[in-house]
T-cell receptor
């Protein structure tokens, strides 16, 4: 059974600091996703990582994937208050229904960035 | 492009009543849609996979007769919570899988529906 674990689950940090969120998964997978969720809202797609060694960056966020270690990281550089949200990683699992694949989500990391 | 809508965005109902939630892919066709529920401060849990023209596939522990899913067209899936009870109160999120023109082979998420059962 595919399991996805994030850590830390809670993170409080000051503006301007750097930090990393980790996402471990238990079985091989083709794709890993990172999402952001604001309170009361749905998911906003941040990154899709498709291959070993993939690195993607958008603003102060950078995501990477190591398929051999079954590990993805989301790195935050010089954090700003607007990045406060809950961040989820999700790993795609094969299912045998018309080629569709379902997502298994990590627990989420609630990030609070203090001025 | 690749927008998914849900209706209603929130609903309050009395215990014992049924509630229908619609999920629409607005500018693309989706043969597969997914329904998730999310309790406060928790992660998303997949309830079922919905395929156009066929029966939905439910995850273990999800009651088929309580959560009725219909995927009647390539742009619409509905989730009906039957005989709702307070423990069904949750945030329900749908997603639609792309892969056709103008989309990528990934899930596009709707804005969610907050259900409160009194």
């Amino acid at each position: 059974e595919l399991k996805v674990e994030q850590n830390p689950l809670f993170l409080s940090m000051q503006e301007g600091k750097n930090y990393t969120i980790y996402c471990n998964y238990s079985t091989t997978s083709d794709r890993l996703y990172w999402y952001r969720q604001d309170p009361g809202k749905s998911l906003e797609s941040l990154f899709v990582l498709l291959s070993n060694g993939a690195v993607k960056q958008e603003g102060r966020l950078m995501a990477s994937l190591d398929t051999k270690a079954r590990l993805s990281t989301l790195h935050i550089t010089a954090a700003v208050h607007d990045l406060s949200a809950t961040y989820f990683c999700a790993v795609e699992k094969d299912i045998r229904i018309q080629g569709a694949q379902k997502l298994v989500f990590g627990q989420g990391t609630r990030l609070t960035i203090n001025p | 492009g690749a927008v998914v809508s849900q209706h209603p965005s929130w609903v309050i109902c009395k215990s014992g009543t049924s509630v229908k939630i619609e999920c629409r892919s607005l500018d693309f066709q989706a043969t597969t849609m997914f329904w998730y529920r999310q309790f406060p401060k928790q992660s998303l849990m997949l309830m079922a996979t919905s395929n156009e023209g066929s029966k939905a596939t439910y995850e273990q522990g999800v009651e088929k007769d309580k959560f009725l899913i219909n995927h009647a067209s390539l742009t619409l899936s509905t989730l009906t919570v039957t005989s709702a009870h307070p423990e069904d109160s949750s945030f329900y999120i749908c997603s639609a899988r792309g892969g056709g023109p103008g989309t990528t082979d990934t899930q596009y998420f709707g804005p969610g529906t907050r259900l409160t059962v009194l």
